[in-house]
Protein backbone atom coordinates (compact mmCIF):
# COMPACT_ATOMS: atom_id res chain seq x y z
CA UNK A 1 0.00 0.00 0.00
CA UNK A 2 1.57 3.16 -1.26
CA UNK A 3 1.98 6.39 1.19
CA UNK A 4 -0.19 9.26 1.91
CA UNK A 5 1.30 11.94 0.02
CA UNK A 6 1.59 14.75 3.07
CA UNK A 7 1.42 18.37 3.35
CA UNK A 8 1.99 21.15 5.07
CA UNK A 9 -0.89 24.19 4.83
CA UNK A 10 1.22 27.42 6.51
CA UNK A 11 -1.00 29.66 7.87
CA UNK A 12 0.62 31.49 10.67
CA UNK A 13 -1.92 34.40 11.82
CA UNK A 14 -4.98 32.05 11.51
CA UNK A 15 -6.34 30.49 14.31
CA UNK A 16 -7.87 26.45 13.17
CA UNK A 17 -10.67 26.17 14.75
CA UNK A 18 -11.66 29.61 14.48
CA UNK A 19 -12.12 30.49 17.95
CA UNK A 20 -14.07 33.09 17.64
CA UNK A 21 -12.05 34.97 15.45
CA UNK A 22 -10.77 35.42 12.22
CA UNK A 23 -13.70 33.37 11.05
CA UNK A 24 -13.06 33.73 7.16
CA UNK A 25 -9.91 32.49 7.00
CA UNK A 26 -10.05 29.60 9.39
CA UNK A 27 -13.03 28.32 7.24
CA UNK A 28 -10.83 28.44 4.25
CA UNK A 29 -8.17 26.84 5.61
CA UNK A 30 -10.23 24.19 7.41
CA UNK A 31 -12.46 23.15 4.41
CA UNK A 32 -9.44 23.06 1.74
CA UNK A 33 -7.41 20.85 4.46
CA UNK A 34 -10.63 18.53 4.54
CA UNK A 35 -10.53 18.61 0.89
CA UNK A 36 -7.11 17.14 0.45
CA UNK A 37 -7.96 14.80 2.77
CA UNK A 38 -10.50 13.26 0.40
CA UNK A 39 -8.41 13.61 -1.89
CA UNK A 40 -6.30 11.17 -0.11
CA UNK A 41 -3.87 13.80 1.42
CA UNK A 42 -2.11 13.83 4.81
CA UNK A 43 -2.41 17.41 6.04
CA UNK A 44 -0.49 19.04 8.60
CA UNK A 45 -1.76 23.05 9.45
CA UNK A 46 0.71 25.78 11.14
CA UNK A 47 -1.18 27.88 12.56
CA UNK A 48 -1.89 30.85 15.53
CA UNK A 49 -2.31 29.69 18.87
CA UNK A 50 -4.65 32.29 20.64
CA UNK A 51 -3.90 30.73 24.22
CA UNK A 52 -3.08 28.16 26.65
CA UNK A 53 -6.26 26.32 26.42
CA UNK A 54 -5.36 25.52 22.73
CA UNK A 55 -2.80 22.59 22.83
CA UNK A 56 -0.07 23.22 20.69
CA UNK A 57 -0.51 19.91 19.02
CA UNK A 58 -4.13 18.75 18.02
CA UNK A 59 -4.83 15.86 15.71
CA UNK A 60 -8.62 17.97 15.22
CA UNK A 61 -9.58 14.72 12.66
CA UNK A 62 -8.63 11.54 11.11
CA UNK A 63 -5.49 13.50 8.38
CA UNK A 64 -5.50 16.75 9.62
CA UNK A 65 -3.05 17.55 12.53
CA UNK A 66 -2.61 21.09 14.06
CA UNK A 67 0.64 22.72 15.16
CA UNK A 68 0.21 25.74 16.96
CA UNK A 69 2.55 29.14 17.66
CA UNK A 70 2.18 32.21 19.67
CA UNK A 71 2.12 35.11 17.81
CA UNK A 72 4.55 36.45 20.47
CA UNK A 73 6.30 33.23 19.49
CA UNK A 74 6.76 32.15 23.33
CA UNK A 75 3.36 33.90 24.64
CA UNK A 76 -0.15 35.08 22.81
CA UNK A 77 -0.47 38.52 21.10
CA UNK A 78 -4.31 39.16 20.28
CA UNK A 79 -5.49 41.12 17.56
CA UNK A 80 -3.55 40.74 13.79
CA UNK A 81 -0.70 42.67 14.99
CA UNK A 82 0.71 43.23 17.85
CA UNK A 83 -2.06 45.73 18.47
CA UNK A 84 -1.35 49.71 18.64
CA UNK A 85 -1.71 52.74 21.06
CA UNK A 86 -4.63 54.55 21.47
CA UNK A 87 -5.51 57.64 20.00
CA UNK A 88 -4.22 59.70 16.92
CA UNK A 89 -0.77 59.30 15.89
CA UNK A 90 2.07 60.40 18.33
CA UNK A 91 5.84 59.47 18.61
CA UNK A 92 5.31 56.86 20.50
CA UNK A 93 2.95 55.19 18.17
CA UNK A 94 5.55 55.11 15.35
CA UNK A 95 7.99 53.58 17.27
CA UNK A 96 5.66 51.19 18.53
CA UNK A 97 4.96 50.43 14.99
CA UNK A 98 7.95 50.56 13.74
CA UNK A 99 8.53 47.65 16.45
CA UNK A 100 6.19 45.41 15.68
CA UNK A 101 7.17 45.78 11.91
CA UNK A 102 10.66 44.86 12.91
CA UNK A 103 9.34 42.19 15.26
CA UNK A 104 7.39 40.38 12.64
CA UNK A 105 9.68 40.56 10.01
CA UNK A 106 12.53 39.10 11.59
CA UNK A 107 12.23 37.25 15.22
CA UNK A 108 8.83 35.78 14.41
CA UNK A 109 9.80 35.14 10.98
CA UNK A 110 12.75 32.93 11.52
CA UNK A 111 11.26 31.33 14.68
CA UNK A 112 7.99 30.00 12.62
CA UNK A 113 10.37 29.27 9.58
CA UNK A 114 12.87 26.92 11.66
CA UNK A 115 9.23 25.31 13.36
CA UNK A 116 8.23 25.10 9.62
CA UNK A 117 11.85 23.31 8.21
CA UNK A 118 11.17 20.87 11.54
CA UNK A 119 7.83 19.94 10.40
CA UNK A 120 9.20 19.18 7.11
CA UNK A 121 11.75 16.73 7.71
CA UNK A 122 9.74 15.27 10.70
CA UNK A 123 6.63 14.35 9.03
CA UNK A 124 8.26 13.66 5.54
CA UNK A 125 6.21 16.35 4.22
CA UNK A 126 5.62 16.33 0.30
CA UNK A 127 4.70 20.12 -0.72
CA UNK A 128 3.68 23.17 1.10
CA UNK A 129 0.71 24.91 0.62
CA UNK A 130 1.42 28.82 2.08
CA UNK A 131 -0.87 31.27 2.53
CA UNK A 132 0.54 34.85 1.30
CA UNK A 133 0.30 36.51 4.99
CA UNK A 134 2.78 33.61 5.82
CA UNK A 135 5.49 35.70 3.53
CA UNK A 136 7.61 33.05 3.14
CA UNK A 137 7.62 31.45 6.60
CA UNK A 138 6.88 27.99 4.71
CA UNK A 139 7.78 28.65 1.33
CA UNK A 140 11.60 29.43 2.02
CA UNK A 141 12.23 26.26 4.15
CA UNK A 142 10.24 24.40 1.47
CA UNK A 143 12.63 25.55 -1.13
CA UNK A 144 15.94 24.60 0.97
CA UNK A 145 14.51 21.49 1.12
CA UNK A 146 13.36 20.97 -2.38
CA UNK A 147 9.63 20.38 -1.78
CA UNK A 148 7.57 21.90 -4.00
CA UNK A 149 5.37 25.33 -3.04
CA UNK A 150 2.21 26.38 -3.84
CA UNK A 151 0.68 30.31 -2.44
CA UNK A 152 -2.57 31.39 -1.42
CA UNK A 153 -2.79 34.50 -2.72
CA UNK A 154 -5.73 36.40 -1.01
CA UNK A 155 -4.82 40.01 -0.78
CA UNK A 156 -1.07 41.78 -1.96
CA UNK A 157 0.20 41.80 1.57
CA UNK A 158 2.72 39.11 0.42
CA UNK A 159 6.15 38.65 0.16
CA UNK A 160 7.54 39.14 -3.41
CA UNK A 161 10.07 36.97 -2.73
CA UNK A 162 8.14 34.16 -1.45
CA UNK A 163 5.73 34.24 -4.81
CA UNK A 164 8.55 34.21 -7.24
CA UNK A 165 10.29 30.95 -5.27
CA UNK A 166 6.41 29.56 -5.71
CA UNK A 167 5.93 26.83 -8.32
CA UNK A 168 1.54 27.98 -8.34
CA UNK A 169 0.32 30.86 -7.17
CA UNK A 170 -3.50 30.80 -7.13
CA UNK A 171 -5.28 33.80 -6.81
CA UNK A 172 -8.46 35.58 -7.04
CA UNK A 173 -6.79 38.01 -9.76
CA UNK A 174 -4.21 38.15 -11.76
CA UNK A 175 -3.94 42.27 -11.16
CA UNK A 176 -2.24 41.57 -7.70
CA UNK A 177 0.43 39.54 -9.19
CA UNK A 178 1.55 41.56 -12.47
CA UNK A 179 5.04 42.19 -12.89
CA UNK A 180 5.59 39.50 -10.15
CA UNK A 181 4.08 36.11 -11.11
CA UNK A 182 4.07 35.19 -15.35
CA UNK A 183 0.88 34.13 -15.88
CA UNK A 184 2.07 30.70 -16.59
CA UNK A 185 1.98 29.66 -13.50
CA UNK A 186 -1.10 31.55 -11.50
CA UNK A 187 -4.11 29.35 -11.55
CA UNK A 188 -7.40 32.07 -11.08
CA UNK A 189 -9.79 30.85 -8.41
CA UNK A 190 -12.39 32.08 -5.69
CA UNK A 191 -13.28 31.27 -2.48
CA UNK A 192 -15.88 28.64 -1.61
CA UNK A 193 -19.16 28.11 0.04
CA UNK A 194 -20.38 24.49 2.14
CA UNK A 195 -23.25 23.96 -0.49
CA UNK A 196 -24.90 21.76 2.36
CA UNK A 197 -24.28 23.84 5.14
CA UNK A 198 -25.64 26.96 2.78
CA UNK A 199 -28.78 25.47 1.34
CA UNK A 200 -32.53 26.86 1.12
CA UNK A 201 -33.82 26.88 4.46
CA UNK A 202 -37.65 28.23 6.45
CA UNK A 203 -36.68 31.46 7.72
CA UNK A 204 -40.46 32.30 9.04
CA UNK A 205 -39.16 31.60 12.39
CA UNK A 206 -36.56 34.44 12.17
CA UNK A 207 -39.18 36.70 10.22
CA UNK A 208 -41.42 36.29 13.28
CA UNK A 209 -39.05 36.90 16.18
CA UNK A 210 -37.89 40.23 14.20
CA UNK A 211 -40.87 41.44 13.39
CA UNK A 212 -40.27 41.10 9.41
CA UNK A 213 -43.58 39.28 8.46
CA UNK A 214 -45.42 41.11 5.75
CA UNK A 215 -42.17 43.36 4.96
CA UNK A 216 -39.78 43.35 1.90
CA UNK A 217 -36.66 42.24 3.48
CA UNK A 218 -32.99 42.69 2.59
CA UNK A 219 -30.06 40.72 4.80
CA UNK A 220 -26.13 42.20 5.21
CA UNK A 221 -23.94 39.70 6.57
CA UNK A 222 -20.55 40.69 7.45
CA UNK A 223 -18.01 43.55 8.49
CA UNK A 224 -19.09 47.04 9.81
CA UNK A 225 -16.27 48.78 7.53
CA UNK A 226 -16.23 51.33 5.16
CA UNK A 227 -14.97 49.36 2.38
CA UNK A 228 -18.17 46.68 2.86
CA UNK A 229 -20.28 48.96 1.85
CA UNK A 230 -22.87 48.68 4.98
CA UNK A 231 -23.03 52.88 5.83
CA UNK A 232 -24.22 52.86 1.60
CA UNK A 233 -26.69 50.48 2.60
CA UNK A 234 -28.17 52.32 5.55
CA UNK A 235 -28.23 55.31 3.34
CA UNK A 236 -29.89 53.27 0.73
CA UNK A 237 -32.56 51.94 3.29
CA UNK A 238 -33.55 55.52 4.09
CA UNK A 239 -34.28 56.28 0.62
CA UNK A 240 -36.98 53.21 0.76
CA UNK A 241 -40.49 53.08 1.96
CA UNK A 242 -41.43 52.23 4.98
CA UNK A 243 -42.67 48.55 4.32
CA UNK A 244 -38.45 47.45 3.73
CA UNK A 245 -36.25 46.16 6.36
CA UNK A 246 -32.49 45.29 6.57
CA UNK A 247 -31.52 42.34 8.87
CA UNK A 248 -27.85 43.17 9.48
CA UNK A 249 -25.79 40.28 10.90
CA UNK A 250 -22.07 41.20 12.36
CA UNK A 251 -20.20 42.67 15.30
CA UNK A 252 -19.56 46.14 16.24
CA UNK A 253 -23.29 47.38 14.69
CA UNK A 254 -22.97 50.02 17.17
CA UNK A 255 -20.83 52.28 15.69
CA UNK A 256 -23.83 52.59 12.51
CA UNK A 257 -26.51 53.39 14.98
CA UNK A 258 -25.47 57.80 15.20
CA UNK A 259 -25.68 57.44 11.45
CA UNK A 260 -28.61 55.16 11.16
CA UNK A 261 -30.41 57.74 13.48
CA UNK A 262 -29.34 61.15 12.04
CA UNK A 263 -31.06 59.22 8.63
CA UNK A 264 -33.89 58.14 10.31
CA UNK A 265 -33.27 54.87 8.97
CA UNK A 266 -33.42 53.00 12.55
CA UNK A 267 -36.77 51.69 12.17
CA UNK A 268 -35.59 50.07 9.37
CA UNK A 269 -32.57 48.11 10.54
CA UNK A 270 -32.54 45.11 12.75
CA UNK A 271 -28.94 44.53 14.29
CA UNK A 272 -28.77 40.91 15.11
CA UNK A 273 -24.73 41.24 16.30
CA UNK A 274 -22.72 37.98 15.95
CA UNK A 275 -24.48 34.60 14.26
CA UNK A 276 -23.37 31.49 15.46
CA UNK A 277 -22.04 30.37 11.78
CA UNK A 278 -24.59 27.18 11.58
CA UNK A 279 -27.63 29.29 12.67
CA UNK A 280 -26.59 31.77 9.25
CA UNK A 281 -28.42 30.32 6.62
CA UNK A 282 -31.75 30.59 8.76
CA UNK A 283 -31.33 34.33 8.56
CA UNK A 284 -30.66 34.66 5.02
CA UNK A 285 -33.57 32.81 4.61
CA UNK A 286 -35.63 35.04 6.38
CA UNK A 287 -35.05 37.81 3.66
CA UNK A 288 -36.08 38.45 0.19
CA UNK A 289 -32.95 38.95 -1.08
CA UNK A 290 -29.19 39.42 0.00
CA UNK A 291 -26.88 42.77 -0.27
CA UNK A 292 -23.37 42.93 -0.96
CA UNK A 293 -22.81 47.30 -1.43
CA UNK A 294 -19.07 46.72 -1.39
CA UNK A 295 -17.44 50.33 -1.33
CA UNK A 296 -13.75 49.75 -2.19
CA UNK A 297 -13.04 54.06 -3.15
CA UNK A 298 -10.31 55.30 -0.83
CA UNK A 299 -8.81 51.81 -0.08
CA UNK A 300 -5.25 52.55 -1.79
CA UNK A 301 -4.57 49.02 -2.49
CA UNK A 302 -8.04 48.64 -4.15
CA UNK A 303 -7.66 51.94 -6.20
CA UNK A 304 -4.27 49.88 -7.30
CA UNK A 305 -5.39 46.72 -8.05
CA UNK A 306 -8.59 47.09 -8.37
CA UNK A 307 -11.03 44.72 -6.48
CA UNK A 308 -9.37 41.27 -5.68
CA UNK A 309 -11.19 39.81 -2.66
CA UNK A 310 -13.72 37.13 -3.10
CA UNK A 311 -16.95 37.63 -2.13
CA UNK A 312 -17.73 35.08 0.36
CA UNK A 313 -20.94 36.79 1.41
CA UNK A 314 -22.59 36.70 -2.49
CA UNK A 315 -21.48 33.14 -2.64
CA UNK A 316 -23.38 32.17 0.50
CA UNK A 317 -26.61 34.05 -0.87
CA UNK A 318 -26.49 32.29 -3.81
CA UNK A 319 -26.05 28.92 -2.11
CA UNK A 320 -29.29 30.08 0.06
CA UNK A 321 -31.19 30.35 -3.27
CA UNK A 322 -31.06 33.78 -2.75
CA UNK A 323 -30.86 36.78 -5.55
CA UNK A 324 -28.29 39.12 -4.62
CA UNK A 325 -27.47 43.20 -5.25
CA UNK A 326 -24.29 43.85 -5.34
CA UNK A 327 -21.59 46.43 -6.43
CA UNK A 328 -20.58 46.89 -9.97
CA UNK A 329 -16.85 45.90 -9.57
CA UNK A 330 -13.66 43.65 -10.12
CA UNK A 331 -14.55 40.24 -9.60
CA UNK A 332 -18.55 41.11 -8.44
CA UNK A 333 -19.63 41.67 -11.52
CA UNK A 334 -18.29 38.71 -13.15
CA UNK A 335 -20.12 36.29 -10.73
CA UNK A 336 -23.20 38.34 -11.13
CA UNK A 337 -23.19 38.24 -15.10
CA UNK A 338 -22.05 35.46 -15.67
CA UNK A 339 -24.44 33.52 -13.45
CA UNK A 340 -27.99 35.25 -13.89
CA UNK A 341 -28.13 35.59 -10.04
CA UNK A 342 -29.00 39.30 -9.19
CA UNK A 343 -28.42 42.75 -10.29
CA UNK A 344 -25.69 45.53 -10.14
CA UNK A 345 -25.26 48.82 -8.27
CA UNK A 346 -22.84 51.80 -8.74
CA UNK A 347 -20.44 51.24 -5.56
CA UNK A 348 -20.68 53.89 -2.87
CA UNK A 349 -24.27 55.62 -4.44
CA UNK A 350 -26.92 55.13 -1.73
CA UNK A 351 -29.67 56.34 -4.66
CA UNK A 352 -28.22 53.77 -7.07
CA UNK A 353 -28.23 50.41 -4.37
CA UNK A 354 -31.98 51.89 -3.41
CA UNK A 355 -33.37 51.43 -6.79
CA UNK A 356 -31.48 47.94 -7.79
CA UNK A 357 -32.94 46.95 -4.31
CA UNK A 358 -36.27 48.11 -5.19
CA UNK A 359 -36.01 46.89 -8.70
CA UNK A 360 -34.74 42.81 -7.48
CA UNK A 361 -37.89 42.54 -5.26
CA UNK A 362 -40.31 43.84 -7.45
CA UNK A 363 -38.64 41.25 -10.45
CA UNK A 364 -41.26 38.19 -11.30
CA UNK A 365 -37.64 37.13 -12.08
CA UNK A 366 -36.50 37.01 -8.57
CA UNK A 367 -36.62 33.54 -7.79
CA UNK A 368 -35.08 31.92 -11.22
CA UNK A 369 -32.31 34.45 -10.33
CA UNK A 370 -31.87 32.79 -6.95
CA UNK A 371 -32.35 29.43 -8.44
CA UNK A 372 -29.64 30.27 -10.54
CA UNK A 373 -26.98 31.20 -8.19
CA UNK A 374 -28.03 28.01 -6.09
CA UNK A 375 -27.05 25.70 -9.16
CA UNK A 376 -23.77 27.89 -9.63
CA UNK A 377 -22.52 27.32 -6.09
CA UNK A 378 -23.17 23.50 -6.46
CA UNK A 379 -21.47 23.08 -9.77
CA UNK A 380 -18.97 25.82 -9.35
CA UNK A 381 -17.96 27.58 -6.04
CA UNK A 382 -18.29 24.60 -3.58
CA UNK A 383 -15.53 23.34 -1.66
CA UNK A 384 -15.16 20.21 -3.29
CA UNK A 385 -14.50 22.36 -6.39
CA UNK A 386 -12.37 24.85 -5.47
CA UNK A 387 -10.48 22.03 -2.80
CA UNK A 388 -10.06 19.82 -6.01
CA UNK A 389 -8.32 22.32 -7.94
CA UNK A 390 -5.31 22.87 -5.06
CA UNK A 391 -5.66 19.22 -4.54
CA UNK A 392 -4.85 18.31 -8.42
CA UNK A 393 -2.28 21.43 -8.45
CA UNK A 394 -0.21 19.52 -5.11
CA UNK A 395 -0.83 15.77 -6.40
CA UNK A 396 1.11 16.85 -9.88
CA UNK A 397 3.63 18.77 -7.99
CA UNK A 398 4.40 16.20 -5.59
CA UNK A 399 4.47 13.28 -8.14
CA UNK A 400 6.86 14.87 -10.31
Known sequence: MSRRLSVLYVAPDIPVPHAGVFLGGSTHVMEVSRVLVRNGFEVHVLCRRMSKAQPAYEKLSEGIHVHRAYRGIFFPIMGKAAGKPSGGPSPWSRIFKFGEKAYFATAYRLALATMAARLITRYGIDAVLERNSAKGIGAFPARLLKKPVIE?????????????????????????????????????????????????????TIRKEHGL????????????????????????????????????????????????????????????????????????????????????????DMERFGFYFSPIKIFEYMACGKPVVASDIDIVRDVINENGC????????????????????ESPDRASMGAAGRRACVEKYGWDRVGGDIASVIASLAKR
Open 152 to 204: EVIDPDYSRAALKCADIVFAYTQKVLEGIVPAGRVRITTAGVDVHEFRPVEGS
Open 213 to 300: EGKKVVVYIGEMSAWHGIEVLIKAMALLGDDYRALILGKNAEILKPLATSLGAMDKLVFTGPIKHEEVPEYIAAADIGVAPYDPSGVK
Open 342 to 361: GVLARPGDPESLASAIKSLI
